[in-house]
């Protein structure tokens, strides 16, 4: 053995799975981007190597991955104002009244991470807005990512000036005359509006992203399971890869790629067939260094906060009762097509009707295909509202199961005030975000953010998803507290799980021989630390393959 670099830390959490019963390891060898020996510090002594790295008595686990979010995509929602922090209406004005007038002759008005609580009984609509903007166009994000408010000039310049038809469940909302209120529902219908917004030249995208990745690397992640590949995607990763494989840093030795690997699932939408699943199929394996195309992202439902989710039963308003395919047969065709060409899928299911038609669509497969004959690893997204019989089900499907804790802590009350809570009604409500109920049934269950939707760094979901509330914010009752993880199973969620999640158990998730020496160096132990002082830790430094992504000053003795 002679390894590239020995990593030193007090402690070490391998997330193995089991304990040997022999003394914690506190060093790691690398060698050529992999695990070459774990053991003692007297151990690593005998370890030849060309550089040591101390953390004295800070704590090293697995390379923490984030299971879902949306880097590229998310550059577009982001753009403008953040509007995540208004608490009503006068302050959402406020804002893009600034942002009005900061804008150029020609330009739009944007804004994003809008929370509908903020308009309270009344109906989000272009009348809210157009007379705060001043004539300019300008289209707001909703804080969910499926819907979208424009202004009249907006809808003008797209030439929106009435209800659309589209293969998806979308839906440009209209009054009773027939007149669009500015409210977009779901992608199809904010394209509409988005694709006449002036675009964002390629330097600057990639410049914001490369910002963002380094954001990333800040916060403790190495990796992210990324849900989507919108145009340009993979043109970006490919130029930023090659633009750090092209530099030399020696303070944080990029040479190998990206700062964090990217496993990337493209969209599968209503409305496609065959031909279109081939040409998805033949992306998978497309990559570079450290991102490549490994899966397929599919929807059968939207959102409960804007009426699009799938329900056994209407919401409060009537709604959230269609399917996103209008014809779930359709959807059930593509989970064959992927399935039995083992090419792993992640399907977007937030309301329980839309969980039980990916269970149904699962089981229905023939036995050799099904999750639990076959290595591909088939995954439910999000998951916010499911019964007990769903849960059940679930753990014989063989399905993961991949939730995001701070869209339950963030956008839900305890008192079921909230907005997501009205609509869906108090028991319905209560059965929120299951990530208890799922671990107990056997189910592995990986964590993540849904950035931009919710914040991206790892720490603060890490507490969430044990305190069911903000960390940060004692005060706050829990929401549905039953449901928290233990310590443990929230640093798997990110770790271990997430490894399972992305069928790469065999070569990442632990500190063990043979695997990629990915790893996060904490301040405090997140297995022993309280959650509060979790999300406030410092994270002392990430590493890929063995190469220091990001060090914190002062983090090595």
């Known amino acids: 053995m002679n390894p590239d670099v020995i990593i030193l830390a007090d402690t070490i959490h391998t997330m193995e799975g089991s304990s040997s019963g022999g003394p914690a390891p506190q060093a790691v060898a690398v ?28 704590v090293l686990t697995p390379g923490l991955v984030d299971c879902h979010m949306h880097p590229v995509f998310g550059l577009e929602l982001t753009r403008g104002t953040d509007l995540s922090g208004a608490t009503d209406l006068a302050g959402v004005r406020a804002l893009l009244r600034a942002q009005a007038e900061a804008t150029p002759a020609g330009d739009w008005v944007r804004g994003w991470g809008l929370d509908p609580n903020v308009f309270g009984s009344a109906t989000a609509h272009r009348e809210l807005i157009d007379d705060v903007v001043s004539g300019l166009p300008c289209l707001i994000r909703l804080f969910d990512g499926h819907s979208a408010l424009a202004s009249s000039r907006a809808l003008e310049l797209a030439g929106v000036t009435g209800p659309r038809a589209f293969d998806q469940a ?8 027939g007149r669009p209120t500015g409210l977009l529902l779901e992608a199809a219908a904010v394209e509409l509006v988005a694709q006449v917004m002036p675009a964002e030249p390629f330097g600057e995208r990639k410049a914001r992203l490369a910002e963002l990745f380094t954001q990333f690397a800040q916060s403790g992640l190495t990796g992210a399971h990324v849900m989507d ?5 993979l043109e970006l990763y490919r130029a930023l890869e090659q633009e750090a494989l092209e530099e030399e840093d020696p303070g944080h030795d990029r040479a190998g790629g990206l700062p964090l690997r990217l496993r990337i699932s493209p969209w599968c939408m209503p409305g496609s067939g065959e031909q279109d699943w081939q040409r998805l199929a033949e992306q998978i394996g497309v990559g570079g260094k450290r991102w490549e195309v490994a899966g397929i992202k599919l929807f059968v439902d939207g959102t409960v906060d804007n009426g699009t989710a799938w329900l056994f039963e209407p919401d409060t308003y009537g709604q959230s009762v269609t399917p996103f395919w209008p014809r779930p047969k359709e959807y059930a065709a593509a989970v064959r097509f992927f399935a039995g060409r083992g090419i792993p899928t992640a399907t977007h299911a937030i309301g329980d009707a839309g969980v039980a038609a990916v269970l149904d669509a699962f089981e229905s497969l023939p036995p050799a295909v099904r999750p639990v004959a076959t290595e591909a690893v088939h995954r439910i997204e999000h998951l916010e509202t499911v019964p007990d019989d769903l849960i059940e089900r679930f753990s014989r499907a063989g399905l993961v199961a991949s939730m995001q804790p701070t869209h339950c802590t963030h956008y839900s ?24 109920d799922l671990r107990a049934a056997g189910t592995t269950l990986g964590l993540g953010s849904d950035w931009p939707i919710a914040p991206f760094e790892p720490l603060p979901i890490l507490a969430d998803a044990q305190l ?17 993880l233990t310590a443990l199973q929230a640093l798997e969620g990110y770790t271990s799980h997430a490894a399972k999640a992305a069928g790469e158990w065999a070569v990442s998730g632990s500190v063990t021989v043979g695997k990629r020496a990915d790893f996060t160096v904490f301040d405090a132990d997140p297995l022993t630390v309280s959650p509060d002082d979790l999300a406030a830790a410092r994270v002392l430094a990430t590493f890929v393959d063995g190469r220091a992504q990001h060090l914190a000053v002062g983090a090595v003795r």
């Open 170 to 177: 979308s839906e440009v909302v209209c009054d009773r005359s």
């Open 468 to 484: 069911r509330r903000r960390s940060g914010h004692p005060g706050e009752q829990p929401v549905v507290p039953g449901q928290a």
């Open 229 to 233: 590949c919108g145009e340009g995607s």
């Open 413 to 436: 009350r305890a008192d079921h005030t909230d907005n997501w809570s009205t609509r869906l009604g108090e028991e319905r409500a209560n059965n929120a975000w299951r990530c208890a």
């Open 31 to 58: 060698e050529g981007g992999v695990i070459a020996a774990v053991g003692s510090r007297d151990d690593a002594e005998n370890w030849p190597a060309a550089e040591v790295i101390d953390f004295g008595a800070a």
